[in-house]
């Protein structure tokens, strides 16, 4: 039987990160990763593949190539038991592995809800991160011209704007009073919804979908109004289950909502069994509540603090909670957002003050790629600490949001903030005397001062 001192289950982003990290420190370790398929989407790239790239081997991650680097071994196959008394997996094929650490990083799958119907009408797509999948799905796309996409995240947003760059006509179809409504206050989203508007995606508020219409394919979508869409296509982007069976099934514990339970060390219940990326318990890193948030770039940091803390616990390299960083782009604008937004902290019942200032991202700002750089803080009232950040501008935006993660991150109050030392270069960023970030500060820092 093989044996490995680390076994990972999953070859997408939290695997190979868990690999390549625990490999680094842990170099006198055996690992061994084992993935379902041999090319993994690189999962942020998705939308692109309908539009912008010109195929999906253009989104292809190189895990094969970062995991031989990192003498890593990758086996294409499938875990289909864990037998956690006696330290081993079994595969599709009917071999066993043994292992002394297992990171179970199995991620999730797209909703496609049992109560919708018509949900299984050819021409239903979901998007999962398969390429195969994808591949067909890709195919029967260009030749279908009129396509509804379903739930206004980040991936309906984004596939939006890619298939109607394709020439596809599109709908784009929200329940909820705005589009990216999670992610962004009224204000911010109402901006990425006239722009998308402008670049010729139509967009419905308020009203979801109660049914898709047609005998054998997709002729329609009728809406919970009653109002009937023609359509060829429908893409359902109404969110993603894990994929906590396998654990389940191990005796592993997983919590209602479907997720694997773990602590700050991404440790199961299970001793020397660890779980990441969007199988994994979030809680959000502000009001330590339990959330759904599926990201890879919190999955990557999942992943790097289980990597380090395999053979023993270095204490401080915890992960703390999911500050929920997102940033997309339409065209030449880009869009972020970090932590709480205002609508967020109202729910959750913590008082907060805003700033909004609106500058531009380049001095003098009459400079060839020069944006308007829209900066919104959500500072805690009663202590100044930064909770929230949201940006529209310039591609520079995805940059900007980082930094304001990094400050929710580290507890970073508003005065800390207003003092902050900053590099600035007419070509690369605004002003440093109206840097919309600190401008947004300065303004939150008055209105604290006359409370």
Known sequence: MKKADVLI???????????VTGKSSWNDKSF??????????????????????ESSQQNIMPVDTMLAKSDVESLVNEVVAIDKEAKTVTLDDGQQIGYDKLVIATGSTPLKPKWLKGADLDNVFVVPKDKTYLDV??????????VVVIGAGFIGVEFSDELHKNGHEVWLVEKEKSILYSAFDDEIASRVAGI?????????TGNGISEVTGTTKVEGVRLENGDILEADAVILSMGYKPNSELAAKAGIFVDESGFIAVDEYMRTHEKDIFAIGDCAQKRDFITRKRVPTMLASTACAEARVAGMNLFNIHVVKTFSGTIGIYSTAIGEYGFGTAGLTENRADEENIAVVTGVFEGVDRHPGNLPDAHKQLVKLIVAKYSGVIVGGEVIGGLSAGELTNVIGLAIENRMSINGLLISQIGTHPCLTASPA??????????????????
Do not use: H, W
């Open 9 to 19: 289950i999953g070859g997408s982003a939290a695997g190979m990160v868990a690999a």
């Open 434 to 451: 109206a840097y919309p970030l600190i401008k947004a500060a300065e303004i939150i820092s008055a209105k604290l001062r006359n409370l």
């Open 137 to 146: 799905m890709k195919g029967k796309i260009d030749n279908l011209k009129r």
């Open 196 to 204: 998308l508007e402008s670049r010729g995606v139509k967009i419905i």
């Open 32 to 53: 061994i990763l084992v993935k379902k398929q041999k090319d993994m989407m690189v999962p942020c790239g998705i939308p692109y593949i309908f539009g912008t790239l």
